[in-house]
């Protein structure tokens, strides 16, 4: 099974950027989904962002949580396994653990329940 280690997690202030990276074991099909998700204490995790390859039309799909539309964004290098997440204008409220997940089948429902594979996670700190 695909293993998923996270990586960039940091304190920064608010307005500051970070760039999350998540490495794959191996080669993570491109028409399976992948996402970033965060939790904090408490609480449930939220589906950030996800990504999937569409084969039928040789295109990217990407889906947001409202919440970071605008600010962050998702992408991929298969060639390295890697999954990454920019995060620019971080805020207070962004301040979580987050979570690289692989294997969805639903991508642009944000849902945990759709991911079959997830990494340790890596933790953010935005400080106002």
């Known amino acids: 099974q695909v293993q998923l280690v996270e990586s960039g997690g940091g304190s920064v202030q608010a307005g500051g950027s970070l760039r999350l990276s998540c490495a794959a074991s191996e080669y993570t099909h491109r028409s399976n989904c992948m996402g970033w998700f965060r939790q904090t204490p408490g609480k449930e995790r939220e589906g950030v962002a996800t990504i999937v390859f569409d084969r039928y039309t040789g295109g990217i799909a990407t889906y947001y949580a409202d919440s970071v539309k605008g600010r962050f964004t998702i992408s991929q290098d298969n060639a390295k396994n890697t999954l990454y997440l920019q995060m620019n204008s971080l805020k207070p409220e962004d301040t979580a653990m987050y979570y690289c997940?692989?294997?969805?089948?639903?991508?642009?429902?944000?849902?945990?329940?759709?991911?079959?594979?997830w990494g340790q996670g890596t933790q953010v700190t935005v400080s106002s």
């Open positions: 997940a692989a294997q969805g089948r639903y991508c642009s429902r944000l849902d945990a329940e759709d991911f079959g594979v």
